[in-house]
């Protein structure tokens, strides 16, 4: 189980962005949140990949309570979720190859052995071939670079995804892509998911279960 | 920055200026600029690369005695014997000059780069860590820089016999800050992107954001403030030695050089200044030059201001 229980989180302590959100994501399913913009809920997909740390409330990850948040938060829990971003220009790191970028957790995790394998089978899975692995960044499109940051979220196996409007700077094809690629994983592997995003269409079609930012917030 | 449309270049203006009879009228406002910028990095290029052969090759060829006095040829305005003419107890200037402008390189180089490396350290550690290191640290930065580094360099210096390690010492010790305060707010920026949340949630360790991500993001800053210190780093070596605090005063410094002229100065013979003037100021804004030509690639919004 995933379980975000009462978080409060925000920037300010005084005014939070997040009140009193609550949600529970078993093992092999998927949620869509829905929110307008601004509402809050990038942060709340931030303290659920253990990103930033809730000023209350608690994060509970397969039975194991969250006690502490980024580099503190022990490896093996902050690797059980993989994370995509709405802005794959800022999630990649400007000075990596795309092959470099997706193989970064395995390096970062001292787990090379089967590196050139796996990465270059988890990018076909995405759909991006050869040369383009050997560009940069600024080489490529904005979907060709969220695709490789699916690639890396997914490279360390993780348990629980976390999908932060990852497909709001895309085209439909692409978009269509990406959440094949989720769903063909999620299959194989039973992975939890937690999609957020604005698109109601999208999340319905793509999600189990839909609720809405006010469902379950404090406010709601 | 390269224009070869036009076959082999071998000087930049022809280049500028038969295509504009061809080319749309609005591109030739952009074209000259771009040339003028052009011929500005090439010119620098240029000098600092005939400095550089200077001070590798003269003293190879011509070895200097420092200490060889020859009165009966003192203060001899330039001639072909000597170019640059010689100085009060008759020693050739140019070679000097050439040998003064090699110390002050060499101060300034090693200098800068150490006080780059100290700067970037203590920057990066500022920023990485946060919270009341970061306070501490930046506060200590600040009281630093509340004194004048000149005179805080008098003061390093001032504590070990003359010679070209204490200057470096001084000089470096006494420009780290800024640097400091580049690569801490470039860090911060930094920090705050995505894909370090990213790294963080791929399992990156904090060294390993540090290392990967963090100072690779801000070598070209660090470097570019590294050789914007250069200049810097030789007009305070000279600044040292003029008053006398810096190189002993027979070593060939151009700080020296300018200081025994002095007197000579106001006798009338203006060749003992001027010569070792110029070769402080001309290479020094070479290196500016090129300097900001860098920070021009790595930054083209500034490219409206101009260096120094």
Not at chain 1, 67 to 94: E, K, N, Y
Not at chain 1, 104 to 127: C, F, I, K, N, Q
Not at chain 2, 66 to 92: E, M, N
Request: contains cysteine; glycine residues 8%.
């Amino acid at each position: 189980m995933l379980e975000l229980r009462s978080i409060t989180a925000g920037y300010e302590r005084r005014a939070p962005v997040v009140r009193d959100a609550s949600l529970t994501l078993a093992p092999g399913t998927s949620l869509g949140l829905l929110g307008p913009s601004g509402c809050g809920k990038s942060t709340l997909a931030r303290v659920a990949a253990l990103l930033h740390r809730p000023d209350a409330g608690t994060v509970t990850v397969d039975g194991q309570r969250a006690t502490g948040w980024r580099h503190r938060a022990p490896r093996a829990q902050r690797t059980a979720i993989g994370v995509v971003f709405q802005q794959p220009r800022l999630s990649a790191d400007p000075r990596l190859r795309l092959s470099e970028l997706i193989a970064e957790p395995l390096r970062a995790t001292g787990r090379r052995s089967d590196l050139t394998a796996h990465v270059g089978e988890l990018a076909r899975t995405v759909g991006l071939t050869g040369e383009l692995l050997g560009r940069r960044p600024h080489e490529v499109s904005d979907g060709q670079l969220q695709r490789a940051c699916l690639a890396r979220a997914l490279v360390l196996r993780p348990r629980w995804l976390v999908c932060d409007e990852m497909t709001a700077m895309l085209d439909a094809s692409t978009t269509a892509a990406l959440v094949a690629v989720v769903e063909e994983y999620r299959r194989e592997h039973g992975a939890g998911l937690l999609a957020v995003g604005h698109d109601r269409v999208l999340l319905e079609r793509w999600c189990d279960r839909t609720v809405r930012w006010t469902e379950i917030t404090g406010a709601g | 920055m390269a224009d070869t449309t036009t076959g082999p270049v071998t000087a930049a203006a022809p280049v500028t200026r038969e295509p504009a009879t061809t080319k749309p009228v609005w591109r030739s406002h952009g074209r000259t600029r771009r040339s003028t910028r052009t011929v500005r990095v090439r010119t620098s290029a240029a000098l600092v690369a005939v400095v550089a052969l200077a001070v590798l090759v003269v003293p190879l060829l011509a070895p200097l005695d420092q200490q060889a006095v020859d009165l009966a040829r003192k203060l001899q305005p330039p001639s072909l014997a000597h170019p640059f003419g010689t100085d009060d107890v008759g020693r050739d200037l140019l070679l000097r000059c050439v040998y003064g402008l090699r110390v002050s390189l060499l101060v300034g180089l090693v200098a800068a780069l150490v006080a780059t490396v100290i700067g970037t350290a203590v920057g990066a550690a500022a920023a990485a860590f946060g919270g009341w290191t970061d306070r501490i640290v930046m506060r200590l930065v600040d009281t630093f820089s509340s004194v004048p580094h000149l005179l805080l360099g008098i003061f390093i210096v001032a504590m070990f016999r003359p010679g070209v390690w204490p200057v470096i010492v001084s000089v470096a010790l006494t420009h780290w800050l800024s640097t400091a305060r580049i690569v801490r707010s470039e860090v911060l920026s930094l920090r705050a992107r995505p894909y370090i949340d990213a790294a963080i949630s791929g399992g990156a360790s904090r060294r390993r954001v540090i290392r990967r991500h963090l100072l690779p993001g801000v070598m070209p800053q660090a470097g570019l403030a590294a050789v914007l210190m250069v200049p810097h780093a030789m007009w305070h070596e000279s600044a040292l030695s003029f008053l006398g605090l810096g190189l002993p005063s027979h070593q060939a410094s151009l700080g020296n050089l300018v200081q025994t002229a002095r007197g000579s100065l106001l006798a009338g013979d203006w060749w003992p200044t001027l010569f070792p003037g110029l070769f402080l100021i001309v290479p020094t804004l070479a290196l500016a030059g090129l300097a900001g030509a860098w920070r021009e690639r790595i930054n083209p919004r500034r490219r409206s201001e101009l260096m120094l």
